[in-house]
């Protein structure tokens, strides 16, 4: 019989954005605080000016007329405390701002990093899904089009087994590179994994995407007559258009069967070129 040992429960780790949204939690919390200290001090101030204003309510006559000798400090005391509370409640109000403010940046700088992918600066995958189940749900209320490419670097693994991973890198980087200026400011890229980038492009029919591929063509050709290296980049593409009922998965797999289509075949690798597809 198995016995299955109790596992801590997980921890967030700090910088992510669940620990900030923690932070930001605490935060309010500090809030109401304040706003309790505030009341507070406004009852006892309050009180201390009502007895100095009326104090037959709070002593007899005898003791209200002995009262009224320390009068001036009773005053002053009151009026120092307001001026001390004040400049304290400011501050931490102050702080407290700042504070949000700079957690809120934060979160924001977290989400945002945990939707990139680290190494090219374009989307990652963890983006891709949550995106694109967005956008499928809104198409299948619009009716609208839709249309992604996949690509890839033809024979990446060969690349960094003859000249190495860092240089494999520096591959990805810049294919990133080409699709951000290849696509429209309205178009998003993604790093689906390895070597493969997928290209999101909304209210974009088959046609339309394979001029956008076209033009990827160009660039590439234009990027292997410039460069004097002996890794000459190769992407192949695919085209996937979203059709109603269409899952998620469904598209990203259309494209990479067409991508899988007009990869080189081995023959053909000595002088890979960009394959778009017919």
């Not at 109401?32 to 505030?38: E, F, G, K, V």
């Not at 520096?170 to 980038?197: K, M, W």
């Not at 000459?232 to 797999?253: K, N, V």
Request: aromatic share 6%; charged share 25%.
């Amino acid at each position: 019989m198995d016995i299955q040992t109790a596992q801590p429960p997980p921890t967030t780790a700090p910088g992510t954005p669940e620990h900030i949204a923690k932070e930001l939690s605490a935060l309010d919390w500090r809030d109401l605080q304040l706003w309790c200290i505030a009341a507070a001090l406004l009852a006892v101030m309050a009180a201390g000016f009502l007895a100095l204003l009326m104090p037959q309510l709070l002593w007899d006559v005898t003791a209200s007329i002995s009262h009224q000798a320390n009068a001036p400090q009773l005053f002053f005391g009151l009026l120092a405390l307001l001026i001390l509370s004040n400049v304290y409640l400011f501050t931490q109000r102050l702080q407290l701002v700042r504070t949000r403010r700079e957690l809120v940046h934060q979160l924001q700088v977290a989400e945002r990093t945990a939707r990139t992918d680290a190494l090219t600066g374009v989307f990652n995958r963890r983006w891709l899904d949550e995106t694109l189940l967005r956008e499928i749900a809104r198409l299948e209320r619009t009716k609208g089009r839709f249309t992604i490419m996949m690509a890839d670097v033809n024979d990446f693994k060969d690349i960094n087994s003859r000249v190495g991973h860092v240089v494999g890198d520096r591959i990805l980087i810049e294919v990133a590179h080409l699709l951000q200026r290849n696509f429209r400011a309205s178009d998003s890229v993604v790093r689906y994994g390895g070597d493969e980038f997928i290209a999101l492009m909304p209210e974009t029919d088959l046609a339309q995407a394979r001029v956008a591929v076209d033009r990827l063509q160009r660039f590439v050709d234009a990027r292997n007559a410039r460069h004097d290296s002996e890794v000459t980049l190769g992407l192949s593409c695919g085209l996937g258009t979203f059709l109603p009922g269409m899952s998620m998965d469904a598209l990203i797999q259309v494209a990479d069967e067409d991508m899988f289509n007009q990869k080189p075949r081995r023959s053909d690798r000595s002088n890979p070129s960009l394959r778009a597809p017919l």
